[in-house]
Nanobody
Framework: QVELVESGGGLVQAGGSLRLSCAAS????????TGWYRQAPGKQRELVAA???????NYADSVKGRFTISRENAKNMVYLQMNSLKPEDTAVYYC?????????????WGQGTQVTVSS
């Protein structure tokens, strides 16, 4: 079992910055891919950014150039640096991880952290 705990959300004015952190704990062989998703009220959950174990990244078009995902493999930590925030970035942000354990892949989600950007 793997637990993901997000932190770093909050209220910020448009143009400001926040840094989200996700701490992974538990027993697993490797963490293939980690990512950040978000869900705004009345909308579907969407991928914001993801990073593989090797460091390859991909971003939603709406956040390219403003958000940066990174990870510290040794600490099982994933971060999302969010700059130039816009009101439309307001959502609950969820950490996601795909891990390998005993030869099988499992997917886990954190409980989410609220990000609110005021105009």
């Amino acid at each position: 079992q793997v637990e993901l705990v997000e932190s770093g959300g909050g209220l910020v004015q448009a143009g400001g910055s926040l840094r989200l952190s996700c701490a992974a704990s538990g027993s697993f062989f490797s963490m293939l891919r980690t990512g950040w998703y978000r869900q705004a009220p009345g909308k579907q959950r969407e991928l914001v950014a993801a990073i593989t174990e090797g460091g390859s990244t991909n971003y939603a078009d709406s956040v390219k150039g403003r958000f940066t995902i990174s990870r510290e493999n040794a600490k099982n930590m994933v971060y999302l640096q969010m700059n130039s925030l816009k009101p439309e970035d307001t959502a609950v942000y969820y950490c996601n991880a795909a891990v390998i354990n005993l030869g099988r892949m499992y997917e886990y989600w954190g409980q989410g952290t609220q990000v609110t950007v005021s105009s």
